[in-house]
């Protein structure tokens, strides 16, 4: 086996060119001068289209993009994450801003630990990647109402996405919160920000004329002064529908269950009860379409009449079972009772995770278990359905703490006597198919 020996002449020159030609390649495979431009000192006209090229200052600027979506992502795993791109070779991260996340109620705002997007734009700026910033209001991002706040629809006569005045004053308010944390990430004022973009696929919809220069002007109004562009696909300016997501009615006569109401099956009979009789009907709402003409018409709950034996039932009182921290946090430990042997559904279900060592990422499988949600540590961890095709759900390691994890489980239908963790996924049939 040869030996290279610094002492030798001969061994020197080839350890110099070998490095040389190392050198080399890497500088062709990743270009970093135009990945990522460090010799800029001048910040003037920011990111410009120049025919086919984008232009950062007098210079050719490639973009080498890719989405995360700091949302979706625990804020602890941010930078492991952020790394790995810019150790991919890219040079500039893509992500959208959720409204319906940031103003979950009308005039109450939440920029705080996993959306605070100042810190998440300021990482990024850190390890080195520019940001193309896609504040919406509409983000699509295969999200509920495509990232519109639900409560918009309180308004009967609300058309979103265009200039009615509701929507826009809504949006206003909005953008007065969100540009005041952008404004001063801009690579002008010397952030990363190099574009922004101005709402999403409007060419699909483009039911307004005035609503693309509203809300160009929204942003501009409020400080945003970097390159501002639009997303579409090809087919952009046709309109495209997608059908109304699913909604379904659990309905219980003295909390006992008497049956399921959908879309397809708008009736059911009830049994006859003397004395007075408790209706109860519990409605589960599966999501509202994130795309589509008819995104106006995504109201969830009692939203019609209800009738019995066609006579309409009226002072309904109707509450919300909002799975947020803040209501678990209502349910001390003397709430809860021990399960019984034939437990009623739905309900909740209390239990502990004990973890001994440092925590790592783990899979939750509930077989047994029909349809629900769970929440670890009041983490909403997602919701399960035995139909598949997934089988787990994915449990970060950075939301379980060594000791005792809390687990809270809304199951609407069938409880399993146990609850597996797992280091590996099951992804469903198609896992095992060669």
């Known amino acids: 086996m040869g030996k290279w020996s610094i002492g030798r002449k001969p061994g020197r020159t080839l350890g110099l060119l070998l490095l040389v030609i190392l050198s080399f390649l890497v500088l062709c495979r990743l270009d970093w001068y135009n990945l990522l431009p460090a010799w800029l ?7 410009q289209a120049n025919g086919q090229y984008f232009m950062l200052e007098d210079s050719t600027f490639w973009i080498f993009g890719g989405s995360m979506h700091y949302f979706r992502v625990p804020k602890e795993y941010w930078k492991d994450r952020l790394l790995k791109m810019k150790a991919c070779g890219l040079n500039t991260l893509t992500t959208y801003v959720p409204w319906n996340l940031h103003e979950p109620e009308r005039g109450k705002f939440d920029f705080s630990g996993n959306l605070d997007l100042e810190a998440f734009v300021l990482m990024a700026a850190e390890i080195g990647l520019w940001v193309i910033l896609r504040p919406g209001p509409y983000i699509c991002s295969e999200i509920d109402l495509g990232g519109l706040p639900s409560w918009l629809l309180q308004d009967s006569g609300m058309r979103l996405r ?8 809504a949006v206003d308010l909005y953008f007065d919160h969100l540009m005041s944390r952008v404004v001063p990430l801009q690579y002008k004022h010397g952030g990363p920000i190099i574009a922004v973009q101005v709402e999403n696929e409007y060419g699909s919809y ?21 390159l501002l562009l639009t997303s579409d696909n090809k087919d952009g300016l046709q309109k495209g529908v997608m059908d109304g997501g699913a909604c379904l009615d659990a309905v219980f006569v003295n909390t006992v269950s008497v049956g399921f109401l959908d879309y397809e099956r708008k009736k059911i009979v009830i ?12 409605v589960e709402n599966r999501g509202r379409v994130n795309y589509g003409d008819n995104i106006d018409d995504q109201r969830k709950g009692l939203i019609g009449n209800i009738y019995l034996n066609d006579s309409p039932l009226k002072k309904f009182r109707i509450y919300s079972l909002d799975m947020k921290k803040s209501f678990f946090q ?7 009772s021990p399960i019984p042997e034939v437990p009623t559904f739905p309900a909740f ?4 995770l004990s973890i001994s060592l440092s925590p790592f990422d783990t899979f939750m ?3 047994g278990w029909e349809k629900g949600v769970v929440f670890i540590n009041g983490q909403n961890l997602g919701r399960y359905w035995n139909i598949g095709p997934q089988e787990t759900l994915y449990l970060p390691g950075a939301w379980l703490d060594q000791g005792i994890n809390q687990v809270i489980v809304f199951e609407e239908k069938m409880a399993g006597p146990v609850i597996q963790f797992t280091e590996t996924p099951h992804l469903g049939r198609s896992q095992y198919l060669d």
């Open 330 to 336: 209502r349910f001390s430990v003397d709430k809860w």
């Open 206 to 226: 483009n039911r307004d004329p005035a609503y693309m220069p509203y809300i160009k002007k929204a942003l501009e109004d409020r400080g945003i002064v970097e």
């Open 162 to 169: 265009t200039t009615y005045k509701g929507f826009t004053e």
């Open 41 to 47: 000192r001048h910040r003037q006209s920011g990111l």
């Open 349 to 352: 279900f209390l239990g502990a």
């Open 271 to 282: 049994p006859l009860i003397q004395g007075y009789t408790r209706l109860r009907i519990l």
């Open 365 to 367: 499988k509930l077989e």
